[in-house]
């Protein structure tokens, strides 16, 4: 078993133009900033990402769509992307946006194999609309998708050397599901240990699901809005 | 007439001991800080805690640690994280009992608009269609007018929907209005508020049974 990747480009090194990408965070909170990074570098093109927000203009996602890397956004919010916003008034950008319940149990659905959900969100607005709707119980659902993603991209905060991953605090948000979703998933860790170090009651996502890891480097972790009170 | 704190204090009265409540952004995130004495509530941010608590201290934000709203915050004891699948579980599964959220429009039959304006406004819905897809109560905090003037209690929403007969009390800077089978029912009026100028801010049809109290704020 040889998990491990020296750095972000390595483990992201096939992800080719056109392919469909998971990526963990909300808002910049546990995005993973090393593998966005190693994208723009890289410089593939045509990518349809599925992310809960698309950054904001100099960070994140937002990065990737400065370079027109994006061919389509799969979201549930994306409110402080002005250049995003640019791209889909203009039509360069392709957009679906979606509930975010909805988006994380696609995204679940996935990594549990099973093809479809169903849920009450959106009955009744233009979300439902073309979709297949049914009644269980006397409320109606829309049969929903899971997701098809040829990578996932999760940031945790450690990891073992075979692929066991604990998140800290609200920075675990859609990671581990994409996570068991991705046909192939790459993790970027900041405290990267050898197999047997952590301790396996606390671990949130199995070895199983993880293909490559590596530790991150130079972790900015910005905040979107900082919010304080004065100390009285 | 209120201010926004008059209107958070004001839906600070609904809850009830032992509440689990989801805070929309703006307005609702007020109420957190009225939340009657001796009262114990546990707070539900649905990017991923149970048990948020106030803003931190300058210079002790984490970054690893933010609300729904993207800021920066902290946790009470007996707080507990987890994904989003499992947030939004908590959501459709009605274990949230009461989401407060703001609005563009409200229907006389319940439906909200709040996430979009065709041609303006495209955010996007974030986790607003889930939670009033399955809440067991909402609680709409906004304006009674916008800002050229319109009322936003409307027979019918103009606006893309967010969710259909789902609003069960509205309250704003004129007054508290359930929503009923038969339409808006004018239950309380504010401060200084006569019930014409409801009336006359009010589009859809709105109920008006004998005579209305003044609400009453701390």
New interface residues.
């Given amino acids: 078993m040889n998990k491990v990747v020296s750095n972000a480009d390595e483990a992201i090194k096939d992800i080719a133009d056109n392919m469909t990408i998971m990526l963990g965070g909300?808002?910049?909170?546990?995005i993973p900033e090393n593998c966005i990074n190693a994208l723009v570098r890289k410089g593939v093109r045509g990518l349809t990402c599925i992310s809960?927000n698309a950054g904001v203009d100099e960070f994140g996602i937002g990065l990737m769509l400065k370079t027109r890397q994006l061919k389509k956004m799969i979201?549930?919010?994306?409110?402080?992307n002005a250049e995003f916003?640019r791209q889909?008034?203009s039509g360069e950008l392709e957009?679906e946006?979606?509930?975010?319940?909805?988006?994380?149990?696609r995204?679940?659905a996935a990594g549990y194999g099973m093809p479809v959900i169903f849920?009450?969100?959106?009955?009744?607005?233009?979300?439902a609309i073309g979709k297949e709707q049914r009644n269980f119980n006397g409320k109606e659902y829309l049969m929903e998708y899971a997701f098809d993603s040829d990578f996932a991209l999760v940031k945790a905060?450690k990891g073992d050397t075979h692929g066991n991953l604990i998140?800290?605090?609200?920075?675990?948000?859609?990671?581990?599901?994409m996570a068991m979703a991705g046909r192939t998933t790459i993790a970027e860790v900041e405290i990267l240990v050898e197999a047997g170090e952590l301790d396996p009651d606390q671990i949130?996502t199995p070895g199983i699901f993880v293909h490559r890891i590596f530790l991150g480097r130079n972790y900015e972790?910005?905040?979107?809005?900082?919010?304080?009170?004065?100390?009285v | 007439m209120l201010d926004k704190t008059g209107i958070a204090k004001r839906i600070a009265k609904e809850i009830r001991d032992g509440y689990y409540v989801n805070l929309g952004i703006g307005i609702p995130t007020l109420v957190a800080n009225y939340i009657p004495r001796g009262m114990k509530v546990v707070l539900q941010?649905?990017?991923?805690?149970l048990g948020m608590g106030?803003?931190?201290?300058?210079?002790?934000?984490?970054?690893?640690?933010?609300?729904?709203?993207?800021?920066?915050?902290t946790t009470v004891p007996g707080s507990a994280?987890?994904?989003?699948?499992m947030?939004?579980?908590m959501?459709?599964a009605r274990k949230v009992d009461l989401t407060i959220l703001g609005a563009m429009e409200v229907s006389e039959t319940g439906?909200i608009a709040n996430w979009k304006i065709p041609g303006k406004m495209?955010?996007?819905?974030?986790?607003?269609?889930?939670l009033v897809?399955?809440a067991k109560l909402i609680i709409v905090a906004m304006q009674h007018v916008n800002k050229a003037g319109e009322s936003k209690l409307l027979p019918k929403c103009e606006l893309?929907?967010?969710?259909?007969?789902c609003v069960r009390k509205i309250v704003t800077e004129l007054a508290v209005i359930d929503v009923t089978h038969q339409g808006f029912k004018l239950i309380e009026r504010a401060p200084g508020v006569s019930t014409e100028q409801i009336i006359n801010a009010t589009a859809g049809k709105l109920i008006v049974h004998g005579e209305i109290p003044e609400m009453i704020i701390d």
């Fill in positions: 909300f808002g910049l909170c546990g809960n979201a549930s919010y994306v409110g402080e916003e889909l008034l957009v946006l979606i509930p975010q319940g909805t988006l994380a149990t995204v679940l849920t009450p969100a959106g009955v009744g607005t233009e979300v905060w998140f800290r605090e609200t920075a675990r948000n859609f990671n581990p599901m949130h972790k910005r905040i979107e809005q900082r919010t304080v009170r004065k100390k | 941010s649905e990017n991923g805690l106030p803003f931190p201290f300058e210079g002790e934000e984490d970054p690893d640690l933010i609300n729904a709203g993207k800021q920066t915050i994280f987890f994904d989003s699948a947030s939004f579980g959501i459709r439906d495209v955010k996007g819905m974030g986790g607003a269609m889930d897809a399955s893309p929907l967010t969710g259909v007969r």
